[in-house]
């Protein structure tokens, strides 16, 4: 609803198309939408109403830039704040006596166990030796789930039946300690921080085993209760860090804020998915934007960062926003895509209406539609690359020959190339940009949040499971499918690309 | 005073003392000031209920004290009663329209399906039906051991296959089974799965029309279970299952968690979809149908009455 967050701060300061200092009544009008989007990313209430509050201070008076439109000096200042609240990723604490305990707790679902799962993966590949203890005895089972997952990573599960869980886990550390593992983690019940009984008990677990860690698992999905829950679990235990799951659904994750600004405590790790490759380590500037409602903007820019060749890439843009993109340089941005990783992973990545619609079309069909691509640009001549427009009927209809498809296909790449054309055309005329303008988000792009482990480029669960899909949509659909990817530098996100640029422009 | 209201009841005192008691302190026999608006968007806000539907709420409310010529802030709390209960609709008799009835169970990970099957089929054993389980998530580690157990406790047969086999396949052979014995109702536990990935939801539709070949016509319900605690994410959730698979209604586990469930409101009033159940605790007795009265005390109530 507030996805365009950037676009309504806009029509607030539209009418204060001038210069000077920001003047109190303007930052009020922006701070209305600011909260709003804040409140619908489901930060808590009084949260929220700190937070504008300090922007608020900072914003008002300061000297408007030469560069920056209003908005966007409070956009700006509020990204840093959000930055500067979400904190800066920390490791694990590995110090200490071994086996080193981490401790997860949280509500009911909210993702302890496969978290704690995923953590040993981690953990191992750093040269760890891991144990896990199951000390979930009650959910019908728990136990077994996490022994399930231990037996998949080859990791021990320690478990004895009937033993209450503080014992328990003093038992587990006792035989980690003996058997020289490094690091212990211990799977707790779900549990709520009303419940005196249970946060009794996770206490006396946190007494017997001093852990190193004791990590608050939160779902990302989480709404106001956010600020109680995370109080609750701070007054009762010695909390170091959280976890934040399910974050590869589209809940903007506005606990974070909450959770943060009422603990204290680091964000330590991100959950991205089922499998127990997906945990990644957190990068604050891509949660602060998520959380205004940017998309993941940014981490589809690192990506492309990642994978482009930046000369090559800068020696075709300036080319392209001359005017001169041919269908040679929209072959090779293809290309370039497609080193992006899975195309499900690129279009899932992006913002707002782009997301959902992307979310709506089948990977599987936009891989094959950008294969097509391909093979009809393969399928010309270099002349006809480099001048498409001599490309008649009788050429159509043999390129449409050599690569397998019809002439109808052959209609829409050039169509489609054309677009691309002139998109580019219409950001060259808004002034010099590098590649590294366009790409060039807020405040500088270093420290990205990374996969917890570098281990290629898998965590595409799309590959684990059976696909029903069935071919659906229609051609243009798929189209519009693969049009995102070939023009991710600029077509889908066109707003959002000039938007950086003017940004950029002030530094 | 029948049991499940006590549950319901018990399931929500614990949190009233907290931002109820504020709101029978704020609206006291006083007069209605700038801040028992502040206040009132606080509570409501607080309560998941959401930016949209509360700036909507609290513009009907301000009409409705104009118009009514209301003027003290204990009056306000009548009306506010008011305006959230016409959100809601009473859930509506479930039917089983044939023998086996088949329940689809959908939603996101973590949200309390395999749960709210257990709860359903005791309280479906209790009404005299015959319960037949299908453990059709076959991806997450031990679901088909968690409902396994389930139907162990609770004396009801468990169709399952491999893990990792197929959902459609169990769903089927599930049906199938119910019907040869003659089952009275097939509650389906399907993965959870979050609501914007593709094959999943694909997925989903594929076990869904697997059900309607082993028994034209099923499944006759889908329901989803959402998490009380989920914030705005809720909606979009809702949308997209119901979009996916045609969902008929939503239940509300977790309501005995610290959350209001406020989201419940965006839900039934965008989507139209009727809350049926709410879920209040961990065992299989922990279900209550969803009382709209109930659920709108529980918000707001203050806390002489809860205690
Ligand atoms: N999509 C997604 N699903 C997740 C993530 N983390 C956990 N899950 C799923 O969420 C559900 C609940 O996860 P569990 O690890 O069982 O949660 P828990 O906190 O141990 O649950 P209880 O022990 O019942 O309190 C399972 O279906 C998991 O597969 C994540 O990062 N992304
Ligand atoms: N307090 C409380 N806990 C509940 C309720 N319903 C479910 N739970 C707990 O929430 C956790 C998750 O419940 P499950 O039934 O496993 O959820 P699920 O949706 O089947 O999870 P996945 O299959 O992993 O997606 C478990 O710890 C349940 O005991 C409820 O109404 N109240
Ligand atoms: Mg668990
Ligand atoms: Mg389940």
Redesign the interface.
Known sequence: ?FDQLTERLNQVFDKIRRRGRLTEKDVDAAMREVR?AL????V???VVKDFVQRVKERAVGQEISRALLPAQQVIKIVYEELVHTLGEPEPLNLTGPKPRVLLLVG?????K?TTAAKLARHLRRQGERVMLVAADP?????V??????GQ?LDIPVYYEEGVPPPELVARAHRQAEQGGYTVLIVDTAGR???DDRLMQEVQEIARRVEPAEVLLVV?A??????V??AQ?FRDALPLTGLVLT?M?????G??AISIRSVTGVPIKFLGTG?KLDALETYDPQRLASRILGMGDVLGLIQKAEEALDQEEAERQLERMLRGQFTLEDYLNQLRQVRKLGPI?KIL?MLPGDLGRMA?????QQAEQQLKKVEAIINSMTREERQRPEIINASRKRRIARGSGTTVQDVNEVLRQYRQAKRVFKQLGRLGPAGLGRLFGGFGGLGGFGAPADFDGPDGD??EA??????PTTSLRTRARAARPTPKKKAAPKRKKVKKKKKKKRRR | MRNWLNKWREGLA??RK?TFGRLAQLLGATEITAETWDDLE?LL????L???LTLDLLERLKARVRREGITRADELQQVLMEELRALLQPPPAIEYPERPTVILVVG?????KTTTIAKLARRLQNEGRSVLLAAADT?????I??L???GQ?LGVPVVAGQ?GS?P?AVTYDAVRAAQARGSDVVLVDTA?R???????M??L??VRRVAGKAQPGAPHHVWLVL?A??????L??ARAFKDAVGVTGVILA?L?????G??AFAIQRTLGLPILFVGLG?GPDDLATFDPDAFVQGLLEPDRKAA
């Open positions: 609803m709003l409140l619908e990313a489901d808590h209430y009084q509500l009911q679902g909210s993702g166990t009650y959910r019908p089972a728990a077994q789930q996490l022994q399930t997952l998949q709520s921080q009303l779902d999905m989480i709404g106001q209760e956010a109680a829950v609750g399910k590869d659904g589209d809940a903007r506005g606990a089922e499900g899932e979310r709506q079309v089948d990977p669960e799309a499971w059976p696909s029903a899909a069935e | 614990r949190t907290t606080a806000i607080q309560a998941d959401g930016v949209e996101v990970n973590g949200s309390g991806f997450r580690a031990a679901a051991d968690q396994k157990v389930w406790r893990p197929d459609g959870g979050l609501h914007t990935r593709y094959n999943l694909e997925e539709k594929k998490d605690t989920t914030g705005q994410n809720a979009q959730q977790k005995d968690s610290s959350a209001k406020g989201m961990e």
